[in-house]
């Protein structure tokens, strides 16, 4: 087993899954500033 491999492959989804919840929290709010100019 490689568990070094193991760990930074881990490390690498917490990064992409932490930068999926900022973009879509910044779609969210660039959603709602459209909504108010309305």
């Known amino acids: 087993m ?3 491999g193991k760990e930074a492959k881990s ?6 899954y932490r ?4 973009a879509r929290v910044k779609t969210v709010q660039w959603r ?6 309305r």
């Open 2 to 4: 490689n568990l070094r």
């Open 11 to 16: 490390k690498n989804k917490q990064k992409f």
């Open 19 to 22: 930068a999926v919840a900022v």
């Open 32 to 37: 709602i500033l459209r909504n108010r100019e």
